[in-house]
């Protein structure tokens, strides 16, 4: 059996680099190995056999070829399709994908808990409270003269600058959650509000920023009413696809493939 590698920098498409031959996963490894050793960290190493094998895929964390990890957190959030899509090809799944709330689920899944404050984890707060921020006219419109909801994503995105102290955004982010309930009766404040909550619950919880996310995407529905009302309050300025643009102006994919090529079984 032959095994034909490729390596991708990013989202560049696979560039043809070796060809390794031989029957055992040992030779496979000792080739991928010797290409990691040539190669810049965050490089996606892939080899694909003659006989249809699923591909082996490895990314480039100082100079060795390591396993990327895929939590079965992220399986789940994702479904099936999606999921397979990611780990067949990262890189193009990263470029091709169209909804936010997968990306920065993977992004987040990406951050170690054991090492909070990474540059990965303030992008994914960052991607997370650009998001929320794009619907705050929605609160606004109804509440003009309280802020709490901007508070929240502020005081987090203060954190990420080293400005404000993980307790303060905590209480911000409660505050935000207060205020969601306060409106309840009034469905587009009340979503805005939860959406900063969760935003800004991000420092201590990564995984709350894909419901952020998501949380904002509801209000984008174009099977709901309210989705009129979103359109004429922002301007029409706010779709999907800016969702996707905000968490991909954040995160970078090799920060995420390295963050998954770190995590222990205790993490997974």
């Known amino acids: 059996m032959a095994w034909k590698l490729f390596a991708a920098r990013e989202c560049d498409g696979w560039h043809g680099a070796i060809r390794a031959s031989g029957s055992t ?101 960052q991607a997370a409270c650009d998001c929320v921020r794009s619907v705050l006219p929605l609160w606004q419109a109804s509440y003009p003269l309280q802020d709490i909801p901007l508070r929240a994503i502020s005081a987090a995105e203060r954190w990420c600058a080293g400005t404000c102290p993980l307790r303060e955004v905590l209480s911000r982010a409660r505050g935000a959650f207060d205020a969601g309930w306060d409106v309840r009766r009034d469905y587009l404040p009340r979503m805005v509000a939860q959406a900063a909550a969760a935003a800004s619950g991000v420092p201590l919880r990564p995984i709350e920023a894909a419901w952020a996310v998501t949380t904002v995407m509801q209000l984008l529905r174009p099977d709901l009413s309210e989705a009129l009302v979103v359109n004429k309050r922002t301007g029409g300025s706010v779709s999907k696809a800016d969702l996707v643009g905000y968490v991909r102006r954040r995160v970078s994919l090799v920060p995420v493939l390295m963050g998954l090529a770190g995590l222990n079984h205790g993490d997974i």
């Open 25 to 125: 996963d040992e030779v496979l490894n000792d080739e991928m190995g010797a290409l990691a050793a040539v190669c810049e960290d965050g490089t996606l190493l892939r080899a694909v056999g003659d006989s249809g094998e699923p591909p082996v895929l490895r990314v480039v964390v100082s100079g060795k070829a390591e396993e990327i990890k895929r939590p079965l957190e992220a399986r789940y959030y994702l479904g099936t399709e999606a999921f397979d899509a990611w780990a067949k090809d990262p890189g193009q799944w990263w470029r091709d994908s169209t909804e936010a709330h997968y990306l920065i689920k993977v992004a987040s899944t990406a951050v170690v808990p054991s090492d909070p404050g990474t540059p990965l984890h303030h992008a994914v707060v």
